[in-house]
């Protein structure tokens, strides 16, 4: 069976036709029964094991450590150690495939990937991923469709009009094209003149304000499908020498792309979304531009832009999103006197697919706001909602009276939420916590948190309380079955892996005194100030973007087949790696939720 | 056959290799061993077709050795004909590369040496050999032979109620029957290393309920 060996699962997925060969010359078929010990703690291992059918738990003392099933390979660290720390028991008959020690070590010294995956600490594998996604973004970009891109809109001049009017045409419009109508011609015809045909126009020596545009124009239009691919549209241009191309359905004309915008768009489609925003007049516009920021996310996460990357820009996009919407809709006096704010994911910079709306007015203290103030947060509220943000059924925003405030009054109530830490109380700190700017004066927001930094660190039992929540969720060793266990299981990652992660990082960083409100930040603040290790620090970042892009994944999935999006992930459609990498992932949430029960004694609540 | 046949017949052909070099297959096979089988052939008559291809692993404890196996490609004497290549899908051309029979047989005895042989449908395959064995080295397989499917049976018959016992009981014995039943994973079929290996894997199971 070694020509029946499965080189489409990781980590032996990266490897070369002689590296193949290399295994299965070396590989031998295991049979265990059930409850047999297949490495038992101390052993010195001589083989890479890679389950064919069947199952193996992995035992630290008598805490299960995971679960291997089909596919999956273990104990490579213990292979290169030379020793295993683990005892492997069959938990269901097992036929495996046994890879030889010596070839496993050749393998790691010819394929620096295989090496990565295999043993590596997290970060390596995350990094090893990665690095083989690299090369395929252009070309999926390349495979979005020319409607998607930024396609200009075609003005269109009778046959007739002379030059001097369609330049004056091209300065007011900034364009550099114009399409041209012949309809004396039998049949009518459309042609393009552009600042090029200018040159030829005047050199002709006939006065420009009586030339017709008509006779410089070039009569043979290239045209695409707005349905085309855009790396297509691209090919058409090259191909004819030219630097841009009608887009057209049949007789109608949508517009006119240029090859610079497919550049552009190649290049970073968010600029383009971002164009829009701020070009945008009115909140119809920003509600269009904001539709495309869902297809934008998808179409970087599919082509392996890294999920970190992905965030930040759809930080940005919102923010501007958001500052836009506002403008339109408050006073300029308004926004000059107050501070929007945005909370949880979106003010932590983590959120991709859109969720609740959590957001806040900080108001000057002294400043009088307009008496229709709060028909005005009612409207931005509307518009958010239009823009695929639900309301928050908390009513965390803006629209809620309770959200807008004079500074004063924030700092004010920002004190009680320490001073008396029911339930309601920590989890507003816990949202506000995260509050980011996006519209107004920053220093407002900056006031407050200062003022709440400076009262949190006396009140241990406080803390304690709001670290408390780390552990509200999480079934224990539950999930770890669950990775392989019965059909249809679902993972809620949220509750399982970010919840805790995040918000045991939010702790931290309140103990602490970080001001800095993305988990990533106040991860880089803690490693400075020695709470967190270096590796413990780069670990949960890697795992928090790890966790971030499975939920994206799912959450897409669920968007193409037109179903809501969910927030769960289905562990049977992992693929071996993703599943593998989850373990190690959840295994650093369960290593960090053991060092904040001991930071904040949650034991002792 | 029953075993005083089978000593017998072992006998007689001791008594054959006797002073030849091909003495050591009947040296007491070492414990725990064994060596698994499978030949893909022009066809399924022993008498006119040949062997084309050969795959054999040997078996040690739990263990099935495929980083040791033998892999053999045989020619042909006559042709392969294209009912056959659909099967196992070697061509005219990939046998062409093959070794004499003669060298394939030299090779396969020294890999199984005196260990006892498992197959399925074994019969068959071992048929297939001594016809081959004969003419070019002028003698057949000593070694005992474990059939997978009669083990099979035997196991299934002894998990019947006492009363189905007596009857004449009907057991589907096909390969992938047996793979189903006892859970084992079924690999791509008709390539003679994976039904070697599949065939182990069967056994090594097989004995393991046995026991």
Known sequence: MPNAFN????????????????????????????????????AVPEHLFVLIKGRVTQFDADEVVTTYGPDDSFDGRGLVARKSSSRFVATEEVVAYALAHQAVNELIAANTTFGALLFSDLGHKLSAVSARHSGHELQALNLSRVDEAFVRHAYIVDAGTDIVTVVKLFQKERTTNVLVRDAVSEPPRLGIFTTNALQRAILSGRPLHELPVGDLTAWSLIAVRPSDQVGDALATMLQHHIHRVVVADGPVIHGVLEALDVFSFLSNHSMLIGMQITAATSIDALAEAAGQITGMIARQYRSGTRVGLIARMVQDLNGRLFERAWQLIAPPELVAHSCLIVMGSEGRGEQLLKTDQDNGLILRDGYTPPAELADICARFSDALTRFGYPPCPGGIMLSNPRWRMSAADFARTARQWLVMPDTESLMHLAIFMDAHTVSGDAHLLEEVRAALMGLSTDNELMLTRFAAAVELFGSQSGWWNRLLGDAGERLDLKKEGIFPLVHGVRSLALAHRVAATGTQPRIDALVAQGVLSPQMGTELVDSLYFFMGLRLKAGLDEMDRGQPVSGAVDVKALTTLDRDLLKDTLGVVKRFKAQLRHRFKLGAL | MSGWVARLRRGWRQRQLKDSEWRFLCDAPPAGE?????????????????????????????????????????????????????????????????????????????????RPLVGYYLEFDVAMINRTLKRTLGLALPQETIEVSSLYYDHVFQQLPP??????????????????ALDLPMREAHDALNDAVMAALAFIKLRQLGT
């Not at chain 1, 997925?13 to 101390?42: I, N, S």
């Not at chain 2, 057991?171 to 189903?180: C, G, K």
């Open chain 2, 34 to 114: 064994w060596v698994a089988l499978d030949c893909e052939t022009t066809g399924l008559n022993p008498r006119t077709d040949e062997i084309i291809a050969i795959g054999a692993v040997r078996i040690v404890g739990g263990r099935i050795l495929t980083s040791q196996r033998l892999e053999l490609l045989v020619r042909p004497e006559h042709g392969v004909s294209a009912e056959s290549i659909r099967v196992h899908r070697l061509r005219e051309q990939d046998v062409e590369a093959g070794l004499p029979a003669e060298e394939a047989m030299r090779r396969l005895l020294n890999f199984i040496g005196p």
């Open chain 1, 7 to 42: 080189f489409a699962a990781s980590p032996f997925d990266c490897l070369t036709q002689a590296e193949q060969r290399l295994v299965r010359d070396h590989v031998d078929v295991v049979y265990f029964p059930k409850d047999a010990v297949v490495l038992e703690v101390g």
């Open chain 2, 163 to 180: 009363h189905r016992q007596q009857e004449s009981t009907e057991i589907d014995l096909r390969f992938a029957t047996i793979m189903d």
